[in-house]
């Protein structure tokens, strides 16, 4: 299996890096694009495994999007709300934004569409969105009976009206179900039945649905109203990834560097830039300017913290907390167990095996900061396990990555742009 050995720094790091752009705000500009009337020019995207299946899943439905990787663009052509294969099998690996943001958009055509992925795919829940799809009247179910994909989708348009659909296991069932909204033969309503988990994405849909164009009214929290009006196309910037940017954020603060992340500010998209007041609650200081986040490592204190608005970091901190001072408590993420694979429980062996002690708790973990030994860091085919456990390696020998071109999933020149972070510390 292929491997990188992560060396350790000998200074603290200092430097000034913009990450790709944002995985999610990419995807969802795809389908939003898609369904405009027009063109749109999408600027500062991510070219990485999971905007490829997107894309290669619009192909297929015979919506173009002209590609770009130099200059970083996406040029969309713009459906008004159609979509104009009547039947198309979409491969989507074990991109999970791609297959649920697809099953809806492909409930507002007119044909029979299949969509299915790898084996981690088949075992992640997509029956929230199914049964909301199925109880507004597309024929929509889970091929197999486990609320799992392969999804099959028999549909004549999404029709208006009342949809609800749970949002306790992930907040992209409703963002899926809200970005085909435009294309309904009228207007439509959604509601979320029960807790809903990572509100701070919805919010990042909301807004880009609105800047296409779209009339969005929500009379009560969670309770959306949407007209059926097409989305008009446009050019769009994407932000840098903030999911990304906290690996860099945390190197500043397991160093005790300095780091300035482009591209990112307080008013972000993105809910994950609160990752920085994550590690501001750990002891370590932030400027917040008009178009960059600076974070200076300072002593770092263990913190109990819910993470339920920003589970993508949660990995992150927990391989922060091994260079507190005291334990750390990690809450309210046991959603987190139905991502790329089950990362509660991933998170908690890899930290055991480098020696730690770490107590797993349905919703989180409890970390208690000790001495960090070698070891071979198991990544599960899942990039952000690859990312978040090369921190370990900037302060303790010995830590190899197996796997490390798992990150091609949502940025594959990571450990390229470590490696030039850290060059100058070593």
Request: hydrophobic share 40%; glycine share 8%.
């Amino acid at each position: 299996m292929e491997s990188i050995d992560i060396l350790p720094v000998l200074w603290p790091l200092k430097g000034r890096i913009r990450p790709p752009g944002s995985k999610s705000l990419t995807n969802r500009a795809l389908i939003i694009a898609a369904l405009a009337q027009g063109p749109s020019h999408l600027t500062g995207v991510l070219d990485s495994v999971d905007t490829q299946v997107m894309i290669d899943s619009l192909g297929r439905l015979q919506i173009p999007v002209s590609v770009d990787i130099a200059q970083r663009t996406f040029h969309v052509n713009g459906q008004g709300g159609k979509i104009p294969s009547t039947g198309a099998e979409l491969w989507c690996e074990n991109s999970g934004t791609s297959i649920r943001f697809l099953t809806a958009l492909c409930a507002a055509g007119s044909g029979r569409y299949r969509l299915d992925g790898n084996s981690r795919m088949r075992e992640r829940p997509i029956a929230p969105l199914v049964a909301a799809l199925a109880s507004a009247g597309v024929k929509a179910r889970c091929e197999l009976e486990n609320d799992c994909p392969p999804v099959q989708i028999e549909t004549d348009g999404l029709p208006g009206g009342r949809i609800r659909v749970g949002g306790d296991l992930s907040s992209q069932y409703l963002s899926a179900l809200l970005m085909a909204a435009p294309a309904a033969s009228a207007g439509v309503t959604v509601e979320v039945t029960g807790e809903l988990v990572s509100r701070p994405y919805v919010d990042m849909t909301l807004e880009m649905m609105r800047a296409f164009g779209a009339n969005i009214h929500e009379p009560q929290t969670n309770h959306f109203e949407i007209a059926a009006q097409p989305y008009v196309g446009r050019t769009y910037d994407i932000e840098p990834d903030a999911s990304a940017a906290s690996y860099f954020f945390a190197a500043a603060a397991v160093t005790g560097g300095e780091v300035t992340v482009l591209g990112l500010h307080r008013n972000a998209l993105q809910g994950d830039v609160k990752f920085v007041d994550a590690l501001v609650r750990m002891g370590c200081e932030a400027d917040w300017g008009d178009d960059s986040i600076t974070l200076r490592g300072k002593p770092l204190h263990g913190i109990d913290i819910d993470m339920n608005e920003i589970s993508d970091t949660a990995q992150t901190l927990a391989c922060v907390a091994p260079f507190a001072s005291g334990p750390t408590r990690i809450r309210n993420v046991a959603h987190m167990r139905l991502k790329e694979t089950d990362r509660v429980s991933a998170v908690v062996t890899e930290l055991q095996r480098v020696g730690l002690t770490v107590e797993e708790h349905q919703d989180g973990m409890t970390i208690t900061p000790g001495p960090i030994r070698p070891a071979e860091i198991h990544t599960y085919d899942d990039h952000r396990m690859a990312m978040s456990f090369s921190l370990l390696g900037l302060k303790a020998p010995g830590i190899r990555i197996l796997d490390p071109g798992c990150t091609a999933k949502t940025y594959p020149e990571y450990f390229t742009d470590l490696d030039a972070l850290c060059r100058s510390a070593r």
